[in-house]
């Protein structure tokens, strides 16, 4: 662990019931950077983008083995709140899901829940901040009232990143966020991931390779639940250390 890094992952093994999803992997997530978690469907990616912030808690059957720290902490030790973890850790998934509340509301609520807010004009300027950030204040500061499934379908992602801005988290988890997305909404999205790396440290599963290129400056290849490779996104795309990983980049995987 160095001065950059932000999480640690050592010998990370989960299991969902007696199916193994990942084994013993190790790697540490930095600061101010875009690490692009890349490989086949069902080869663990998103098993490990739920270990960070404990979701996969809810999930039966579900066990975990090894370390996970947040500056340091395990955030798997008892006195860790799986909730005040989720804030500082926040998700954004595969496919949008805004509430079914209006705009405003769906970046109110997590200010409200976590008390973050002092009054009505703290909690607008907190909702302003975020959409800001989202890049899409300016598309919807005169229909904050409107549902937020009135938006298209990159609007609401852009919206769920909001959300999860509102709260102030430390490292932001996105669970291939473009794939429901069409291009215009998918280089939103891409832009707006490198307007956030210089506040947040963000983990991005994906399966688009030359998204990974564009977005990251760390890539860390994966392949039935084992870390195969991982390094600066440069070097693992133009001269990769091992063979599946160049089997994969170039279409030759399988």
């Keep these: 662990m160095t001065a ?45 983008l739920r270990t960070l912030n404990r979701l996969n808690d809810s999930v039966a059957g579900a066990r975990v083995q ?13 006195a860790t709140d799986p909730v005040a973890l989720r804030a500082r850790v926040g998700m954004v998934f595969q496919a949008p899901n805004p509430f079914p509340k209006t705009i405003r509301e769906n970046v109110a609520y997590g200010l409200r829940i976590h008390g973050l807010a002092r009054g009505r004009a703290d909690l607008d300027a907190q909702v ?26 990159g609007q609401q992602q852009r919206l769920c990143i909001a959300r999860a801005l509102a709260v102030e988290p430390e490292v932001i988890l996105m669970d291939e966020p473009c794939s429901a997305l069409d291009p215009i909404g998918t280089a939103r999205i891409e832009e707006l991931i490198g307007d956030l790396r210089g506040r947040y440290a963000i983990c991005i599963v994906t399966h688009n390779m030359q998204q990974a290129a564009r977005v990251s400056q760390r890539t ?35």
């Design 4 to 48: 950059g890094t932000k999480m640690t992952v050592r010998d990370v093994s989960v299991w969902y019931g007696a199916k193994p999803a990942l084994s013993n992997v190790s790697l540490d997530i930095e600061r101010e950077e875009v690490i692009a978690l890349i490989g086949p469907s069902g080869c663990g990616k998103s098993t490990l």
């Design 128 to 153: 302003e901040r975020a959409l800001t950030r989202a890049g899409l204040w300016a598309e919807v500061r005169d229909r904050l009232g409107d549902p937020a499934l009135s938006l298209s379908g």
């Design 220 to 254: 860390a290849f994966f392949d039935a639940g084992r870390l195969i490779e991982y390094g600066a996104t440069s070097e693992l795309f133009t001269n990769p250390r091992e063979t599946r990983t160049r089997d994969y980049i170039t279409g030759r995987y399988g």
């Design 66 to 78: 090894g370390l996970v720290t947040l500056d340091g902490e395990d955030v798997y030790a008892p």
